[in-house]
């Protein structure tokens, strides 16, 4: 509660926070802590950052007002992907009424193209432009294989 103290205090508009069924260092479930969030901040603005469909269904019944797929692909039970969980954003965007938010692995435009016709409300880009050895590396191992083939 802490940091959610911290980040109103700061006048954060969206209050983001892993979401996914995994235990929590307090001991608490997402469940209990959402209920003590929105008890203590009931104008709050959360976003549910999740891994799997059942996770944003979770968040999302609790009375998150949005969900993220960020976490797709980094918790040990969601499936591993080279690039973006588009069938996790068409499954939500489809069964939620509140915006879902295609984060997580995409790389190129194409790929954020295709989370919007998914039905995700807006896209997250993070590493595709923010780090540059990576994207760097993207191209010289195209190259690569291209050399090879």
């Known amino acids: 509660m ?3 103290d911290e980040l109103v205090a700061a006048d954060a508009d969206i209050v983001a926070l892993d979401c996914t069924m995994r235990s929590r260092g307090d001991g608490t479930t997402i469940n209990e802590f959402l209920s003590q969030i929105k008890e203590k ?3 709050i603005i959360l976003m549910a950052d999740i891994s799997t469909y059942e996770e944003g269904v979770n968040a ?3 009375g998150v007002d949005f969900v993220g797929t960020t976490l797709s692909g980094y918790t040990s039970y969601s ?3 080279d690039g973006p969980d588009t069938e996790l954003v068409r499954r939500l965007s489809e069964d939620l009424d509140i915006p879902v938010i295609a984060e997580g692995k995409v790389h190129t435009p194409d790929q954020a193209v295709q989370m919007l016709e998914a039905g995700a409300y807006a896209v997250v880009v993070g590493g595709a432009i923010t780090r540059p050895l990576e994207i760097a590396a993207r ?5 690569k294989e291209y ?3």
């Open 79 to 81: 499936p591993k992907k």
């Open 2 to 4: 802490k940091e959610i």
């Open 41 to 43: 901040y009931p104008d």
């Open 60 to 62: 999302w019944k609790c």
């Open 147 to 149: 050399e090879h083939e």
């Open 139 to 143: 191209f010289i191992n195209r190259v």
